[in-house]
């Protein structure tokens, strides 16, 4: 009796405990059913980026069964925003989860198979949206704990808005997501094939590449292959220039900048004997921090016009969409947050790890506030869940999920308390 009165009165009082600890240990570990059916349900019903429509649904009538403050759905496309206050009034802190899946066919025989062909939720957002409902609900029986607010943000088409359409995270943000209330910092995690579940990884600064899309069109003239001085050779110059691209790497930037510039596909020219009037080149370039992203965009720009221009030609370059700036974890954030997910997890289940070249519009929310973006083992070798991100035969180990709800209300109770 003693003992309970004690836990009780610890629960009470604010802050993180033991006591805490447990009750958010115990209420995760009981809802594992939960966030398997609902991982499960839009697994089977994926969407594409900017086509979240069923998923956004449900994402809203989950968090208003939840008894949610405020539920405001539509956002940015079919985003939600749901709003959920503390007992005691302190600052706004947000967690984000994506929404969207990948054009990938499901392979796998499994009885939660994508019921959409075509479409597959191979990028673990489905865990990802399972996780953010289930810390939704554990939160919302634990308002005594929340010293502040919760901001639960779903968003649509992180994996790109399809051409012509503007969507992901910078049209939350344009739409006001981190605003009313102001939102003072933000967490979200990604599902990673790097470790098991239970364990979870992070990187303090620098974190995720940067990614823009470009395509060049170099620009010559025909002539017969028998006479190539009457014309302009643009494959020539394709040659030319892609070797000048990559001096850009090894020659201009720092070697201390970790950058690559890939160029994926070439195409061009008509026939054996006809020289090449145009040249296309698609490629992608990656960076960590958006000072050397501007430098070598203006070099590339540099490279080309004397790589064509050597030869007479003329050259065009042009970036797809807005690409992702370089995810960057705010390192006092970080510093802060991770005894949260050491205690939580274990300590030797989380570890700091080295940047990674891919890339998450997350990007976007940290270049308003402090953000910290973390890696949610969901390996299983044993069980055969080892399939990458973006492959037809990526699945997940959904032990991990629930995890993921108690890093995650973990994280979130514990930056509030520390605001005090
Ligand atoms: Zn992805
Ligand atoms: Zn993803």
Same mark, same amino acid.
């Given at each position: 009796m003693n003992r309970l009165v004690l836990l009780f009165c610890a629960v009470l009082l604010h802050g993180a405990s033991p006591e805490r600890d447990a009750r958010i240990a115990a209420a995760a570990a009981a809802m594992k059913p939960k966030l398997v059916e609902a991982r499960r349900d839009f697994h089977m019903h994926p969407e594409l980026s900017n086509r979240e429509a069923r998923t956004g649904k449900i994402v809203a009538e989950r968090l208003r069964a939840l008894g949610f403050d405020s539920v405001q759905a539509g956002i940015a496309g079919h985003g939600v925003v749901g709003i959920l206050k503390g007992k005691s009034p302190g600052p706004v802190v947000a967690w984000r989860s994506d929404m969207d899946a990948l054009p990938i066919n499901e392979t796998m025989d499994i009885p939660? #198979?994508?019921? =959409?062909? +075509? /479409? #597959?939720?191979a990028c673990g957002h489905d865990g990802h949206m399972a996780v953010a409902l289930g810390t939704a609900e554990l939160l919302s029986q634990m308002r005594d704990q929340i010293r502040g607010t919760v901001k639960f943000i779903f968003q649509p088409a992180e994996e790109g808005p399809p051409a012509g359409e503007e969507g992901g995270a910078p049209l939350m943000i344009k739409q006001g997501v981190l605003e009313n209330p102001k939102v003072q910092a933000i967490f979200g995690l990604h599902m990673s094939m +790097?470790?098991? /579940?239970g364990t979870a990884g992070y990187t303090s600064g620098p974190s995720q590449a940067s990614s823009d899309t470009y395509q060049i069109l170099l620009k010559g003239k025909r002539s017969h292959g028998a006479n190539p001085h009457e014309g302009i050779d643009a494959i020539a110059m394709a040659a030319q220039c892609y070797q000048g691209l990559q001096l850009i790497r =090894?020659?201009?930037?720092? /070697?201390q900048q970790p950058m690559v510039l890939t160029i994926g596909k070439i195409s061009g020219g008509d026939r054996h004997n006809v020289l090449a009037q145009e040249v296309r080149m698609d490629g992608t370039l990656r960076t960590f921090s958006e000072k050397t992203r501007e430098e070598v965009r203006t070099m590339m720009k540099q490279t080309l016009a004397n790589c064509s221009g050597m030869l007479g030609g003329t050259y065009e370059l042009n970036f797809i969409g807005l690409g992702n700036p370089p995810v960057v974890n705010d390192p006092p954030l970080v510093a802060k947050a991770v005894p949260s997910l050491e205690r939580i997890l274990g300590k030797s289940n989380v570890t700091a790890g080295p940047p990674a070249m891919v890339s998450e519009d997350f990007s976007y929310y940290q270049l308003h506030i402090p953000g910290f973006f973390w890696w949610l083992g969901i390996a299983n070798p044993e069980r055969g869940i080892t399939g990458g991100l973006h492959t037809a035969d990526m699945d997940m180990d959904e032990d991990a999920l629930v995890s993921g709800v108690k890093a995650a209300s973990s994280l979130l109770l514990d930056y509030l308390d520390q605001q005090r």
């Open positions: 939660y #198979k994508s019921q =959409s062909p +075509g /479409a #597959k939720h +790097g470790g098991r /579940a =090894s020659r201009r930037i720092d /070697a």
